[in-house]
Nanobody, 112 residues
Framework: VRLVESGGGLVQPGGSLRLSCTAT???????MGWYRQAPGKERHLVAS???????NIVDFFKERFAISRDNRKNTIYLQMENLKPEDTAKYYC????????WGQGTQVTVSS
């Protein structure tokens, strides 16, 4: 399975973005997560969604981020609202139970 992230870009503070992660094979049975890695920092989990659609958002992001999936499209999404400069990072998706090969990620830059 290969993971392809997209949807990042440059956005002003307070703006919104929706990231997509598409898997090249059927991932319906995978619990999936969105991760992010800021320059010079470790990658960490932001949000997760089970194969059944139950979601969990890390507390720090709970008010602004939402995760969803469309199994027909082998795609998960991360909706991000009210973006802040500290959200600047490269965002990745991956399986929760043992990572698949990491994709290239999608860069999100929040700046005025």
């Amino acid at each position: 399975v290969r993971l392809v992230e997209s949807g990042g870009g440059l956005v002003q503070p307070g703006g919104s973005l929706r990231l997509s992660c598409t898997a090249t094979n059927d991932f319906r049975l995978f619990d999936m997560g969105w991760y992010r890695q800021a320059p010079g920092k470790e990658r960490h989990l932001v949000a997760s969604i089970t194969f059944g659609g139950s979601t969990n958002i890390v507390d720090f992001f709970k008010e602004r981020f939402a995760i969803s999936r469309d199994n027909r499209k082998n795609t998960i999404y991360l909706q991000m609202e009210n973006l802040k400069p500290e959200d600047t990072a490269k965002y990745y998706c991956n399986r929760l139970s043992g990572p698949l090969p990491w994709g290239q990620g999608t860069q999100v830059t929040v700046s005025s």
